[in-house]
C-alpha cells in the first residue's frame, strides 16, 4: 500500500503563480495500482478532490477545501512501430518538455511545435495544449484515466476524449476524470509546420531548416524564452485568457472600428479567433499593475504575481481586465488556467 494522505499542507510551491494557500488534504500515489484504494479513500473522507501535476495551470483563489491529488505516474514507453509512425506512452506525471525532447531525440516528428509549455503529460489532454499551429489531439491515440464513475481505468479514445480548442471533457467533467497516462502515435517523417509568424524568421536567423524537426523546436524554445516571463522568476501560469472564438457577424462589426484587429477564420465554420493579448494590449493594460499582482510587460496574456500576490489579488485583477475588454470590444474573455475559488 502506497497511499500517501497529508492533512493541511502548503500549495506554494506546486503552483507556478507562487500563491500560498493551503489544501485541507493532500493525497499522493505512486503506481496504477493504487487509483482504486485512493479514491476508495476520497468516498470515504467526501471530500471534492483536485488532480495536480506540477501547477502550472491553475490560480488557486483561496486555500483549498478538498483533497488535492498528485498521482507520481511516471515512465515513458515505447509500445511499437508500424508504417512509419511509433506509439509512445507517458505516465502523467513526466514532465510535458521532456516528452517532447525525447520524442525527437528517438527520431520522432510532430511534438516540436509544443517545445518549453510548462507543466505535466497528464495536464497535457485537459487543455489540449497547443502552440504555434499544432495540437496535441493531433496525435493522441488514446488517454488512460480513472473514471469515478464506473470506478475503473479506462483507455479512453480519441473521439472520447471530447477535444476542443484548449478544451476536453477531462476539463468539462471535474471531478470524474483522474488522467493516468497519454498514448500518443507520432511519424518519423511529416512536414514540420512553420507558418506562425515569427517560426521561420526565427530559424533563418539560426542558421536551421525548415523541414528540420529540431530546428523549429530550437526556434520555439527561443521565442518562448524572449516573450514569456519564466515562472521561476516571476510567478505566472503562461497564457492566462483563452483566444476568443466569435461569431463571423460580430467580427465584421468590429473590424468596421478596428480594421487592424488580428483574426484568423476557424475550419469549424462560422467562427473567427480574435488575439486576446491584442484586445489586453489595446485596451492599455499590458504591464498594468495593481498591487503585486500585473499583466506582463513582455506579453499581455500574462498575469504576473511579482511577489506576494494573494489568489484574491491575481483574480480581482483578471476579473478587471476581463471586464475591461467586455465593455470596450463587447467580447468575454475566458480563463486559460482552472480557477479554484471557495464555494
Ligand atoms: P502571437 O504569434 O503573438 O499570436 C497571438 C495569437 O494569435 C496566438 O495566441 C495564436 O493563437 C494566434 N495566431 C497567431 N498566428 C496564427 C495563425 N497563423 N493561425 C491561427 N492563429 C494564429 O502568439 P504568441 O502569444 O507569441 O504565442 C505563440 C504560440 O504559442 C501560440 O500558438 C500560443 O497559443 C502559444 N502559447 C501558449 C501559451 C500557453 O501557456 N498555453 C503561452 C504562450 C504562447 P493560438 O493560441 O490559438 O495558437
Known sequence: MSLDLQV????????????????????????????????????????????????????????????????????????????????VRAGAAENWHRLVEWTLDNGLRGLENLALIPGSVGAAPVQNIGA?????????????????RQRRLVRLAPEDCGFGYRDSRFKREPQRWLVAAVELDLPREAETVTHYAGVRE???????????????????????????????????AGSFFKNPLVPELQYAQ??????????????????VKLSAAWLIEQAGLKGYRQGAAGISDRHALVL????????????ALACQVRDTVEARFGVRLEPEPRIVAAG
Open 8 to 87: 493541511g499542507v502548503s500549495l506554494r510551491d506546486i503552483n507556478t503563480f507562487g500563491v500560498d494557500v493551503e489544501t485541507m488534504m493532500m493525497a499522493q500515489i505512486d503506481s496504477l495500482d493504487d487509483l482504486p484504494e485512493l479514491f476508495t479513500a476520497i468516498d470515504e473522507i467526501g471530500m471534492d478532490w483536485l488532480p495536480l501535476g506540477e501547477g502550472s495551470n491553475v490560480l488557486f483563489v483561496d486555500d483549498y477545501d478538498g483533497i488535492v491529488v498528485r498521482a507520481r505516474l511516471r515512465g515513458i514507453e515505447w509500445l511499437g512501430d508500424q508504417d512509419g509512425w511509433a506509439r
Open 132 to 148: 504555434y499551429g499544432v495540437e496535441l489531439d493531433r496525435y493522441v491515440a488514446a488517454v488512460e484515466a480513472w473514471d469515478t
Open 202 to 236: 526565427e530559424i533563418a536567423s539560426r542558421g536551421g531548416d525548415p523541414a528540420d524537426p529540431r530546428a523549429v523546436f530550437e526556434a520555439v524554445c527561443a521565442l518562448r524564452r524572449r516573450k514569456l516571463p519564466d515562472p521561476a522568476q516571476t510567478g505566472n
Open 254 to 271: 468590429l473590424r468596421d472600428h478596428f480594421p487592424d484587429m488580428p483574426a484568423w477564420p476557424q475550419d469549424d465554420a462560422g467562427h
Open 304 to 315: 504576473v504575481n511579482h511577489g506576494g500576490a494573494s489568489g484574491r489579488d491575481l483574480w
